[in-house]
């Protein structure tokens, strides 16, 4: 990569950085939430990305980091009366600890065992929360106590996104994340090279649900209100999928252009087409699949010989 | 407030988890053939029951004709539907890795039920058939679900001999064991494909019409039914077709179980519990299933 | 003049009128999210035609401050969430002037914490849960009665007829659980005995265990918070497993005209909750029911005479303030006091709905006949219900 491309990268994202960060003061509340939304896809497709794009083990149940995450911060902020920062912490905290318990029995399978064991996890979470309801409200939802902070969490958001991203560019370029592109090629060889593969794609998995967790922390924070059925969607999982899928499984930027570019498809369908923007929805879903299963980057890679670190 | 437990409870609950267990197998059933000979996996199997719900409503609302008669109409509908879905998207993931074959199903899928929302609307139906119970002695034997337990046992056990003892039935288990030898064995393994499809999306198509008469008919409701088949098909061995009819008799009696012996909201729990349990000790499933 | 000099009058004037606020006099926009897809699609579907009919209607009289009224609508798919990034938009980007409530309480619980934050009234028609009101909000209105009543018919009913044990069973979301509690707490104040509670989790079609314990608890009255599809299971397996309550009544679903349609005389002696009938004397209603299925080629459910009403009742306080101000319409909603097609309206200082009343039916004869309470029922309730095997 020659001086002057690295200067007008460095340049345009410097601007992007500042554009973003200054938005909340002139845009408008719907315009900040969505961006929000944005950051928040990213800090998911992202995630998703680390275990699923550099492992190779498809997780279809990812959703039950966010949900976890989402009700543990809830609940520290109305039933223990934490801040909302430090419950979002908590809520990343939560969810390694339940990929930690999970990861232990199902990493040890293949394939569609895992996808459909991960599937299994985030309906059993939800049923779980469901039948506490002491603590979590149960069908009934729980409740934030009123407060309007949708601007930090707009910044906070942001910043997550920048970790998880950061993140994996420190990976992919890693010795770590080197092993774990090897276990996605053949598991067996890199078994055969002597790479502890159980306790590489543990840690990949942790670090996949931090992410998450914090996020729905977030999220439940900023909308005021969760439920079971909305926090543990099986759609988002999906979507977050479609994601990175979009933008190229296994690479840095690979999420963040899918997020974007997929969450503003989404808002323009939705708002022209009310009735029929899951058709539409699925059918985008069909056509990145099809015919670009690579992705946007993964495709240019190919084509110009780009770096793996994109 | 607790209720005390008699075996004769137990018994009750008991029948009626055999009799969810056969329509789970039959459903399954299709969704094992689909990962068994193609490798794919195939999220928009509830659409299917959901069309073939349809279907016999349709027909039973419009023409007024006997809701079992439009099993097999249903049955048929589908499988022209599957095959078409075979030979147009679902061939290009065959073989490919599990997340294509996740993903494009899945767009099938809520496409299909953003489809069926707009043309039947999500109005709940259901199909006034048969109700009530036979008494034999304490036991009370719930009508449709028997009947619609005799109808997918039937089903069922016609596949299977389809499988083990036709032509057709070994082409499909051939490709199942080894795609390469089946091509050199001079099996058109593109027209089992589209077979294979066809008759799994029949078979849900089937358990579909068979659900008409028992639940409220929307087209949201095949979502659970896929997740269920999932479930099942790890649970006994996935590829492995006894292993469907093991895992889908096994899902309904633990259901039951735990709605009796807990709560209805715990059963979805323990089903997962057991099912990473069996996981845990067999990692492809009770009846071993095939390394992928 | 120079040129240029004239150029630039010409733009300056052309950028201050596009930046005047464009319909000063234009339509007055009212904005809502909807859930047109979704668990909710069809009770959505509904609201949306009442709320359109009550526009039309108002644009039929004059309007509203002599502006034509118009609607705004998206699909929040029934989800709380996507709804609150609705009602931002709604609010903040396409400027709506009012806004009305959305389909279903967790939907309206979330959207409020948003109109709240901006200061703008709404009159949410389908909010039937409590604690929506009572968190110290002073915008957000509500016109049915609360699902803690659902099944106060039922429970009064049994207690005057002597009846001693109740099981309360419902589905595990938020309206239904508000709904047995309420029944729960009812039963208890009139010396009932609650032998039996159990949640089930929505979509479950299987409830021959729960009935198998009910049965073994033998209760006089079934009270089951419900919506539709669990309705039709639990009735069909209760005449399976032969489950014989001297009264058995639902919550939402039982009302649909769709319940008799598939249970045929399996309904017969199921006790309902509606927020409301055509049948009853509110000023107005034979007139709406005529014109809703003149225009939408169906019958109105309570939750299409539910949305026109709030509209017309959020109107109504507009006409009375004289203008749009959030707090000068707030002041009428609260001292409001009047009679719509859908019954009463008066709420307290939260906007907790205080005058509506609910009424309880019976299938009798293929036709729903209220029969609670006393001063609105049509007949008295066929009592007990004869066990099944007797039918």
Redesign the interface.
Same mark, same amino acid.
């Given at each position: 990569m020659n001086a002057r491309r690295g200067w007008f990268l460095g340049a345009l994202s410097l601007s992007v950085v500042v554009a973003l960060a200054i938005y909340p003061a002139f845009g408008t509340g719907y315009g900040v939430r969505s961006t929000l939304q944005i950051f928040m896809w990213i800090a998911l497709a992202g995630s998703w990305n680390l275990i699923s794009g550099l492992t190779g083990y498809v997780s279809f149940g990812h959703v039950a980091f966010f949900g976890i995450g989402a009700y543990a911060g809830a609940i520290l902020v109305t039933s223990a009366g934490w801040s909302w920062p430090t419950a979002a912490l908590a809520g990343g905290v939560a969810a390694v600890l339940l990929a930690l318990l999970i990861g232990y029995p199902c990493l040890r399978l293949k394939g569609p065992y895992f996808a459909i064991a991960m599937l299994g996890l985030n309906e059993v979470v939800r049923a779980l929360v469901s039948y506490f309801e002491g603590l979590t409200g149960g069908g009934n939802g729980l409740s934030l106590p009123t407060a309007d902070v949708t601007r930090s969490i707009y910044y906070v958001m942001g910043l997550l996104a920048v970790v998880i991203i950061a993140g994996t560019y420190l990976i992919i370029t890693s010795r770590f994340g080197l092993r774990l592109m090897t276990i996605r090629e053949d598991e067996v060889a890199a078994e055969a090279m002597g790479i502890d593969t159980f306790h590489h794609k543990l840690a990949a998995f942790l670090l996949s649900a931090v992410g998450p967790g914090v996020a729905g922390a977030l999220t439940a924070r900023d909308q005021g209100y969760i439920e079971p059925i909305s926090v543990f969607p099986l759609a988002v999982t999906v979507t977050m999928i479609v994601m990175v899928l979009f933008g190229g499984k296994g690479t840095v930027w690979g999420p963040v252009l899918g997020a974007v570019a997929l969450f503003v498809i989404q808002e323009l369908v939705w708002a022209h087409y009310p009735y029929v923007h899951p058709l539409l929805f699925g059918a985008i879903i069909v056509a990145v699949v099809l015919l670009m299963p690579r992705g946007v980057l993964g495709l240019l890679q190919l084509k110009y010989h780009l770096p793996r670190t994109i | 407030m607790t209720v005390v437990l008699t075996p004769e409870m137990v018994g009750q609950v008991l029948i009626s988890g055999v009799l969810s267990g056969a329509l789970y197998a039959m459903v399954a059933l299709g969704l094992a053939l689909i990962y068994g000979v193609m490798r794919v996996i195939n999220i928009a199997h509830g659409p299917m029951l959901m069309l073939g719900a349809y279907v016999t409503f349709f027909l039973y609302s419009r023409t007024g004709m006997n809701p079992l008669l439009t099993v097999p109409v249903a049955m048929a509908a589908l499988f022209v539907v599957g095959v078409v879905l075979q030979r147009t998207l679902v061939f290009r993931v065959v073989d490919a890795p599990e997340l294509s074959s996740l993903l494009l199903t899945f767009g099938i899928s809520i496409a299909l039920v953003n489809l069926a929302q707009n043309a039947f609307t999500s109005d709940l139906r259901s199909v006034e058939y048969i109700t009530g119970s036979w008494l034999i002695g304490n036991f009370a034997l719930s009508k449709p679900r028997f009947i619609a337990f005799v109808f997918a046992a039937a089903m069922t056990g016609v596949a299977f001999l389809f499988l083990k003892a036709t032509r057709l039935g070994k082409a499909i288990r051939a490709t199942s064991q080894s795609r390469e030898v089946a091509m050199v064995c001079g099996i058109d393994v593109a027209r089992i494909h589209l077979l294979t499809f066809g008759l799994a999306s029949a078979l849900a198509a089937g358990g579909g019409a068979l659900l008409a008469v028992i639940v409220a008919i929307q087209p949201e409701m095949g979502g659970v039914w896929t997740f269920k088949s999932f479930l099942v098909i790890v649970l006994g061995g996935a590829g492995n077709y006894p292993g469907a009819l093991l895992g889908g008799l096994l899902l309904g009696l633990v259901e039951q179980l735990a709605s009796l012996f807990l709560t209805t909201q715990l059963s979805e729990v323990v089903a997962y519990v057991l099912l990473v349990l069996v996981l845990l000790v067999r990692p492809t499933g009770l009846l071993g299933g095939r390394q992928t | 003049m120079t040129f240029k000099a004239l150029g630039s009058l010409v733009l300056a004037v052309a950028v201050a009128m596009l930046s005047m606020p464009a319909d000063a006099q234009g339509p007055i926009r009212i904005g809502a999210s909807l859930s047109?897809?979704g668990?909710y699609?069809?009770l959505g579907?509904n609201q949306h035609e009442g709320y359109q009919l009550c526009i039309k209607d108002l644009n039929a009289k004059g309007g509203l401050l002599g502006r034509k009224a118009e609607l705004v609508?998206? /699909?929040d798919q029934s $989800?709380?969430?996507t709804a609150?990034?609705l009602y931002? +938009?709604l609010?903040?980007?396409d400027k709506v002037d009012a806004v009305m409530g959305p389909y279903s309480s967790?939907v309206s619980?979330?959207a409020a914490?948003v109109t709240? +934050?901006?200061k703008k009234v709404m009159v949410a028609p389908l909010a039937a849960t409590t604690?929506i009101f009572k @968190?110290?909000?002073k915008y957000i209105f509500m016109v049915i009665t609360p699902a803690e009543a659902y099944l106060e018919g039922l429970i009064d009913m049994a207690a005057k007829r002597g009846l001693k044990t109740v099981a309360v069973i419902n589905?595990?979301? $938020?309206f239904?659980? %508000?709904a047995a509690s309420g029944a729960v707490e009812l039963a208890k104040k009139k010396g009932m005995q609650?032998?039996?509670? &159990? %949640?089930?989790?929505?979509?479950?079609? /299987?409830?021959? %265990?729960?009935l198998? +314990?009910v049965r073994?608890?033998n209760p006089d009255v079934i009270a089951a918070g419900t919506y539709? /599809?669990d309705a039709? %299971?639990l009735t069909?397996?209760m @005449? &399976?497993?032969?489950v014989n309550p001297k009264m058995y009544g639902v919550t939402v679903g039982g009302d649909l005209p &769709?319940f008799y349609?598939?249970? @045929?005389q399996?309904a017969e002696f199921i006790y309902g909750a509606t927020q409301w009938e055509h049948t009853l004397p509110y000023p107005g209603n034979q007139e709406f029911f005529d014109a809703y299925k003149k225009e939408f080629n169906h019958e109105p459910s309570y939750h299409s005479a539910a949305g026109y009403a709030g509209c017309t009742i959020y109107a109504e306080a507009v006409k009375r303030a004289g203008s749009l101000d959030a707090d000068r319409v707030r002041e009428q909603l609260l001292k409001l006091e009047t009679k719509t097609i859908f019954g009463e309206y008066k709420v307290d200082q939260d906007g907790f709905q205080t005058a509506h009343k609910m009424v309880t039916f019976q299938w009798q004869g293929e036709k729903k006949i209220t029969v609670w309470p006393d001063d609105l029922a049509q007949a008295k309730p066929r009592f007990p219900t004869p066990p099944?095997n007797q039918r």
């Amino acid at each position: 990569m020659n001086a002057r491309r690295g200067w007008f990268l460095g340049a345009l994202s410097l601007s992007v950085v500042v554009a973003l960060a200054i938005y909340p003061a002139f845009g408008t509340g719907y315009g900040v939430r969505s961006t929000l939304q944005i950051f928040m896809w990213i800090a998911l497709a992202g995630s998703w990305n680390l275990i699923s794009g550099l492992t190779g083990y498809v997780s279809f149940g990812h959703v039950a980091f966010f949900g976890i995450g989402a009700y543990a911060g809830a609940i520290l902020v109305t039933s223990a009366g934490w801040s909302w920062p430090t419950a979002a912490l908590a809520g990343g905290v939560a969810a390694v600890l339940l990929a930690l318990l999970i990861g232990y029995p199902c990493l040890r399978l293949k394939g569609p065992y895992f996808a459909i064991a991960m599937l299994g996890l985030n309906e059993v979470v939800r049923a779980l929360v469901s039948y506490f309801e002491g603590l979590t409200g149960g069908g009934n939802g729980l409740s934030l106590p009123t407060a309007d902070v949708t601007r930090s969490i707009y910044y906070v958001m942001g910043l997550l996104a920048v970790v998880i991203i950061a993140g994996t560019y420190l990976i992919i370029t890693s010795r770590f994340g080197l092993r774990l592109m090897t276990i996605r090629e053949d598991e067996v060889a890199a078994e055969a090279m002597g790479i502890d593969t159980f306790h590489h794609k543990l840690a990949a998995f942790l670090l996949s649900a931090v992410g998450p967790g914090v996020a729905g922390a977030l999220t439940a924070r900023d909308q005021g209100y969760i439920e079971p059925i909305s926090v543990f969607p099986l759609a988002v999982t999906v979507t977050m999928i479609v994601m990175v899928l979009f933008g190229g499984k296994g690479t840095v930027w690979g999420p963040v252009l899918g997020a974007v570019a997929l969450f503003v498809i989404q808002e323009l369908v939705w708002a022209h087409y009310p009735y029929v923007h899951p058709l539409l929805f699925g059918a985008i879903i069909v056509a990145v699949v099809l015919l670009m299963p690579r992705g946007v980057l993964g495709l240019l890679q190919l084509k110009y010989h780009l770096p793996r670190t994109i | 407030m607790t209720v005390v437990l008699t075996p004769e409870m137990v018994g009750q609950v008991l029948i009626s988890g055999v009799l969810s267990g056969a329509l789970y197998a039959m459903v399954a059933l299709g969704l094992a053939l689909i990962y068994g000979v193609m490798r794919v996996i195939n999220i928009a199997h509830g659409p299917m029951l959901m069309l073939g719900a349809y279907v016999t409503f349709f027909l039973y609302s419009r023409t007024g004709m006997n809701p079992l008669l439009t099993v097999p109409v249903a049955m048929a509908a589908l499988f022209v539907v599957g095959v078409v879905l075979q030979r147009t998207l679902v061939f290009r993931v065959v073989d490919a890795p599990e997340l294509s074959s996740l993903l494009l199903t899945f767009g099938i899928s809520i496409a299909l039920v953003n489809l069926a929302q707009n043309a039947f609307t999500s109005d709940l139906r259901s199909v006034e058939y048969i109700t009530g119970s036979w008494l034999i002695g304490n036991f009370a034997l719930s009508k449709p679900r028997f009947i619609a337990f005799v109808f997918a046992a039937a089903m069922t056990g016609v596949a299977f001999l389809f499988l083990k003892a036709t032509r057709l039935g070994k082409a499909i288990r051939a490709t199942s064991q080894s795609r390469e030898v089946a091509m050199v064995c001079g099996i058109d393994v593109a027209r089992i494909h589209l077979l294979t499809f066809g008759l799994a999306s029949a078979l849900a198509a089937g358990g579909g019409a068979l659900l008409a008469v028992i639940v409220a008919i929307q087209p949201e409701m095949g979502g659970v039914w896929t997740f269920k088949s999932f479930l099942v098909i790890v649970l006994g061995g996935a590829g492995n077709y006894p292993g469907a009819l093991l895992g889908g008799l096994l899902l309904g009696l633990v259901e039951q179980l735990a709605s009796l012996f807990l709560t209805t909201q715990l059963s979805e729990v323990v089903a997962y519990v057991l099912l990473v349990l069996v996981l845990l000790v067999r990692p492809t499933g009770l009846l071993g299933g095939r390394q992928t | 003049m120079t040129f240029k000099a004239l150029g630039s009058l010409v733009l300056a004037v052309a950028v201050a009128m596009l930046s005047m606020p464009a319909d000063a006099q234009g339509p007055i926009r009212i904005g809502a999210s909807l859930s047109l897809t979704g668990t909710y699609a069809k009770l959505g579907k509904n609201q949306h035609e009442g709320y359109q009919l009550c526009i039309k209607d108002l644009n039929a009289k004059g309007g509203l401050l002599g502006r034509k009224a118009e609607l705004v609508m998206y /699909d929040d798919q029934s $989800l709380p969430a996507t709804a609150v990034r609705l009602y931002e +938009k709604l609010i903040t980007e396409d400027k709506v002037d009012a806004v009305m409530g959305p389909y279903s309480s967790p939907v309206s619980e979330a959207a409020a914490n948003v109109t709240e +934050k901006y200061k703008k009234v709404m009159v949410a028609p389908l909010a039937a849960t409590t604690s929506i009101f009572k @968190k110290g909000r002073k915008y957000i209105f509500m016109v049915i009665t609360p699902a803690e009543a659902y099944l106060e018919g039922l429970i009064d009913m049994a207690a005057k007829r002597g009846l001693k044990t109740v099981a309360v069973i419902n589905e595990d979301t $938020l309206f239904s659980k %508000a709904a047995a509690s309420g029944a729960v707490e009812l039963a208890k104040k009139k010396g009932m005995q609650v032998v039996y509670q &159990e %949640a089930y989790p929505k979509g479950n079609t /299987d409830f021959s %265990a729960l009935l198998t +314990k009910v049965r073994a608890a033998n209760p006089d009255v079934i009270a089951a918070g419900t919506y539709f /599809d669990d309705a039709v %299971a639990l009735t069909r397996q209760m @005449k &399976e497993l032969n489950v014989n309550p001297k009264m058995y009544g639902v919550t939402v679903g039982g009302d649909l005209p &769709e319940f008799y349609d598939v249970l @045929k005389q399996n309904a017969e002696f199921i006790y309902g909750a509606t927020q409301w009938e055509h049948t009853l004397p509110y000023p107005g209603n034979q007139e709406f029911f005529d014109a809703y299925k003149k225009e939408f080629n169906h019958e109105p459910s309570y939750h299409s005479a539910a949305g026109y009403a709030g509209c017309t009742i959020y109107a109504e306080a507009v006409k009375r303030a004289g203008s749009l101000d959030a707090d000068r319409v707030r002041e009428q909603l609260l001292k409001l006091e009047t009679k719509t097609i859908f019954g009463e309206y008066k709420v307290d200082q939260d906007g907790f709905q205080t005058a509506h009343k609910m009424v309880t039916f019976q299938w009798q004869g293929e036709k729903k006949i209220t029969v609670w309470p006393d001063d609105l029922a049509q007949a008295k309730p066929r009592f007990p219900t004869p066990p099944w095997n007797q039918r």
